[in-house]
């Protein structure tokens, strides 16, 4: 099932992308990611193990990351706990700063039956990590 989660932070359009679109730096800054191994790196793509704790469950993924900076930013688990899942994260200028659109389908399973809270409303506490402090 595809969910949707939409947040609105004070940061423009390039810092947002920058921040979100590498989860070695956003894994810094948010709980929800545990730790990032970027096993190779283009310009327009990587590859990354990485622990991801989301609705309440800890995963542990083989993530391919799309980049096609400062608009869409695309992934996908290919190995591990989340296999399957996908995620499209679309930025855009507002007054404010930067709309971040994600849409979500998170193929957890059994495992993530089990878990307490939603896969999208932690996704969406992630995205608000890229605002300023």
């Given amino acids: 099932m595809t969910e949707t989660a939409s947040v ?39 590859l990354a193990e990485e622990v991801l704790v989301l609705g309440g469950r800890e995963y542990l993924c083989m993530v391919r990351h799309y980049c096609r900076p400062p608009h869409t930013h695309e992934y996908t688990v290919v190995g591990g706990d989340a296999k399957g899942s996908r995620i499209t994260e679309r930025f855009e200028s507002t007054a404010g700063g930067t709309r971040i659109t994600a849409s979500i389908d998170w193929k957890a399973g059994f495992r993530g039956m089990l878990g307490h809270g939603s896969v999208r409303d932690d996704y969406a506490k992630m995205l608000c990590a890229a605002a300023p402090r």
């Fill in 8 to 46: 609105e932070i004070s940061a423009d359009v390039n810092s947002a992308y920058d921040t979100i679109s590498d989860h070695a730096v956003l894994g810094g800054i948010t709980p929800h990611i545990k730790s990032v191994r970027v096993k190779s790196r283009r310009p327009e793509r990587y």
